[in-house]
C-alpha cells in the first residue's frame, strides 16, 4: 500500500509539474500578485486622500475657534465706531463661518462618533446649533443701530456665548477631529503593514511553490532540448553536427605519432523493405538495433583510443575512431567485415500482437582517413559517402576505401546529371534507327529506335556515356519518353513520304513500367500517330523478370493484352527466370550482342542452339542483335534466328539517313504510297 500511495504521489506530482499546469498556476500567482500589488496601490492613495481631508477638516476647525474671536472683535469695533468697513468684514467672517460649519457637517462627520455626538447630540445643545446660534447673534448686531443699549446688549451676549460656551465646544471639537485623524492614521498604517506583510508572503510561497518548481521544470526542458539538439532519440547516438565537433577535437588532439583517425559511413541495404512490408515500428526496433551493434563492435574493437558513433539519417550511420594500427587501410577493412557480420544477424520484430518473425538488412560501408584532407572534416566525410556511394554501386554489403580518383568520377558524374537535366529540359535527344532485317529473305522488317543525345556544344552523344549516369540518378524515365515520342513522330513522317519500316520498336525502363498507366499512356500516343498496337514493340530488359512481386511485371500483361509485342532485350546476360519468361506472353527474345560476338566459338553455339530452341518452343520470334560479319549472320540463321540487327546492314541513323538507306540498299524491302 505504501508503495502505490508513493507511486500515485509521484505521478500527482509529475502531473502538477507538466509545463502547461505550471504556466496555469504561474499565470494565477502573477494575477494574485498583481491584484496585491495593485491593492496595496489602491490603499496608498486612499491613505493619502483621507490624510488631506483629516488636515483640512483640524485646519477648518481650527479656523472657526478664530472666526469666532474675530466675530467678537469686529462686532465689538463695529459698535464702537458705527464704521462700515467693520460691517463689511464682520458680515464676510460670519459668512465664513456659516460655510465652514455647513462644510464639517457635511464631509467630516462620520455618525455613531464622538465628534458627530459632539455636534450633533441630542441632549443639551450641540456644537452644530451653538454655531448657528452664534452666526444669527453676530447678524443680529449688524441689524441694530451701534452705540445703543440694544446694540451693547447684543455684544455682551455674542461675547458670552463666543468666550464661554462656543470656544469650550470649538477646542473639544478640533480635539476630537485630532484623535480621529490619529487613529485613522493608525488603522491605515497597520493596514498597509498587513498588506506588505502578505505580499511578501505571497512572494514567498509563489517562489517556493510555483517559480522555484517552474525553474526546475525548465532547466530540465532545457537540458532535454539540448540533448535532443546533439543526439538521435531514437538510437540515443549523436547527430552529424556533435559528431563533427568531436571528431574536429579529437583531429586536433591526435598526438604526433602513427596514430589516424579514421571515417566510415555506413548505410543499411534492405532497410526500405522493412518500413515497407512491416512497418515503421519495426523498421525503429531494426535501427536500435543496428544501433547497439555498430556500438558494441565499435566498442570492443582492439586497437582504438578514441571513438564516437552517429546516427545521421533514416538508415545512415557513421563512425569516426583514432587508431594507432601500422596498417590504418586494412585495420578499417577488418573492423568493416566485423560490422557487416554484426549487423546481418537477423533481429527478431513484431509482425503481429504476440507474433514476431526474423528479419535482417545488411550494411555497405565507405571510409577514408581525416588525414587525407588535412584536417578538413566536411571534406573528410564526404569522401567517406563518396566511397560508400561506390561499395552501394559495386553490389553493397562490402567496404570501400576512398581513393581520390572516385571523387573526380562522381564530379563527373553529378555534372552529367545537371547536363542530362538541361538537355531533358531543351528536348536535346533524339531517336536513331537500327534496321532490323529478315534472316531469310534479308528484306527490312522493322526498326529499334536508340537514344541519341544532340548535344550543341559536342554534336551528337553516344548513349554510353549518359544511359548509366541516367539510371543511376533517376531520369532514365524522362529520356526513354522523349526518345519514344520522338520516334513515333518520325515513324509516322518516314510512313508519310511512303516508306515501309515495319515494326518500331522502343526500349522502356523498369522505372516506367511499374506505373500501372503506362499501358494506356502508350495505347493514347499510338493513337495519336495512327498507329496499331501492333506495329510497336516493347522491349524490356531482362532483370524485370527476376522478382514475381515486381508491379512490372502487371504492366508488361496489360502490354501485351493490348496488341503490343514484348521482346526480351540482352536475354542471355541478366537473371531472369524461364518460368517466368513462359508466363508473359512475350513475342520476342533478343540475343545479347556479347553472345553473338562468341558464335563461332562451339559451346556458345550450344547455348544459342538452347536458346533458339526454346523461343520456338515459347511461340516466340528470335532476334540477334549485334551481328557484325558475314559469318555471325550465317551461323544465327542456321540455328532459326528470325531477324538480325547489326553494323552488317547499319549502324544507328537518324531517320533521314534511313530513308535515304532504303533507297540505295535494293535488298531493303520499299513501300511507295
Known sequence: MGVQSSSGFGMKLQRQMQPARLVIRYILSLALLVMFVLGGHGLHIATGKQGILDEEVLNISGRQRMLSQRIVLTATRYNDT???????????????????????????????????????GTTGTNLYERSIEFAEHARAVLSIEPGTQSANSAIASLEQIALVDLLRDLNIAVALFEDAANERAQTLERIQFAAVVATLVIIVLEVLLIFYPAHRTMDRMIRRLRYQAWHDELTGLINRAEFVERIKRLAERRPKSLDQVLLFGLDL???????????????????QNVADRIRAVVGSFDGITESHVARVGGDEFLIGLRTNDPDP?????RLGGLLIDAVQQPIAVEITPGQTAPCSVGVSIGFCTASSTNGDIEAALGDADIALYQSKRGGKGCTTEFIPKMRAEIEEEHRVEQRLKTAIRGLEFRSFFQPQIDMTTGKLVGVEALARWNDPERGVV?????????????????LDGQIALHAFQEYRR???????????????SGLALRDLDFCEVLVNVAAAHEMAP??????????????????ALESIRRLSNAGFGIAVDDFGVGFSSLARVGRMNVSAIKIDRSLTA????????KILQATSAMADGLGARLYVEGIETEAQRHIMAEMGACVGQGYLWSAPVSADDLCDLIRREHRYRLAVV
Open 598 to 605: 562468341e558464335a563461332e566459338d562451339p559451346n556458345m553455339r
Open 534 to 551: 501492333s506495329q510497336v514493340t516493347v522491349e524490356i530488359l531482362e532483370n524485370i523478370l527476376v522478382c514475381d512481386e515486381d508491379p
Open 269 to 287: 541495404d534492405g532497410f526500405k523493405q522493412i518500413n515497407d512490408t512491416l512497418g515503421h515500428p519495426a523498421g525503429d526496433l531494426v535501427l
Open 82 to 120: 458705527a464704521d462700515a468697513e467693520y460691517a463689511e468684514i464682520l458680515q464676510e467672517s460670519v459668512s465664513q463661518f456659516d460655510a465652514s460649519n455647513e462644510w464639517l457637517a457635511e464631509h467630516a462627520l462620520v455618525p455613531d462618533t464622538a465628534v458627530y455626538a459632539h455636534y450633533f
Open 329 to 333: 587501410s586494412l585495420y578499417a577493412k
Open 462 to 478: 553516344n548513349p554510353a556515356n549518359f544511359i548509366e549516369v541516367a539510371e543511376t540518378v533517376g531520369l532514365i524515365d524522362a
Open 494 to 508: 518516314c510512313e508519310s513520304l511512303g516508306f515501309d519500316l515495319g515494326t518500331l520498336s522502343i526500349n522502356t
